[in-house]
């Protein structure tokens, strides 16, 4: 997270591909919970407050050592 709390760059990694296992939520740290956030990978936006309690859901795909790289930017 930036000092002035407008940018943030989140990088999830999966070693090995699990089967049949819930959803992993990733709560971020440290945002603005007033801000409004857009996540440039997809264009969703969201507050910071439910940035840092709902979490967002990393889409792994199929496959072993998989990486997702989210980039927010404040409005």
Known sequence: VSPDKKEAIVGVYQQMNTVNTGF???HLQGLDPEKTYTVLENGVKAKGSTLMQVGLVPAFGQGD????KFT???E
Do not use: D, L
């Not at 050592?65 to 997702?68: D, E, S």
């Open 65 to 68: 050592f998989k990486t997702v």
């Open 72 to 74: 927010f930017k404040a």
């Open 24 to 26: 992993i939520r990733v």
